[in-house]
C-alpha cells in the first residue's frame, strides 16, 4: 500500500530544534519532488521547503535561515531540520510526494499526501 510516514513533531520551546521525516513506500513512478507543507488553524496551507529531484531544494523566506530540507534517495525518505524553532511555527507538518510514470501515450502524474504531524512551539 503507498503510504507516507511522518515522525518528528512534538512540543518545543522557542530556540529548540526539531527533525521531521518522511518515508514514502509503494511510490508508483520516479519521484519527482519531495516537499513540506505547513498549515496553521484558520489559515491556509503553505509551502515550507522542497526538494526536486536533481535540483536545489527553496524555502518559505520565514525558514529559509532555520530550516534544512534533505532526502535519502536509497530510503526514499525526506527530512526537515528544524532549528531556532519560533512560536508562529506552530502548525501541523504534511510530507508531499510528487511522481510521475510514462503510460502509453502520457505522462501520468501522483501526488501523495502524509498524514500530518503536528509541531508546537511554546514556552
Known amino acids: 500500500q503507498v503510504q507516507l510516514a511522518e515522525s518528528g513533531g512534538g512540543l518545543v520551546q522557542p530556540g529548540g530544534s526539531l527533525r521531521l521525516s518522511c518515508a514514502a513506500s509503494?511510490?508508483?513512478?520516479?519521484?519527482?519532488?519531495m516537499a513540506w507543507y505547513r498549515q496553521a488553524p484558520g489559515k491556509e496551507r503553505e509551502l515550507v521547503a522542497r526538494?526536486?529531484?536533481?535540483?536545489?531544494?527553496n524555502y518559505l523566506d520565514s525558514v529559509k535561515d532555520r530550516f534544512t530540507i534533505s532526502r535519502d534517495s536509497a530510503k526514499n525518505t525526506v527530512y526537515l531540520q528544524m532549528n531556532s524553532l519560533k512560536p508562529e511555527d506552530t502548525a501541523v507538518y504534511y510530507c508531499?510526494?510528487?511522481?510521475?510514470?510514462?503510460?502509453?501515450?502520457?505522462?501520468?502524474?501522483?501526488?501523495?499526501w502524509g498524514q500530518g504531524t503536528q509541531v508546537t512551539v511554546s514556552s
Open positions: 509503494e511510490i508508483i513512478g520516479s519521484i519527482v519532488t
Open positions: 508531499n510526494v510528487i511522481s510521475n510514470i510514462k503510460e502509453m501515450f502520457k505522462i501520468k502524474e501522483y501526488d501523495y
Open positions: 526538494i526536486i529531484s536533481g535540483g536545489s531544494p
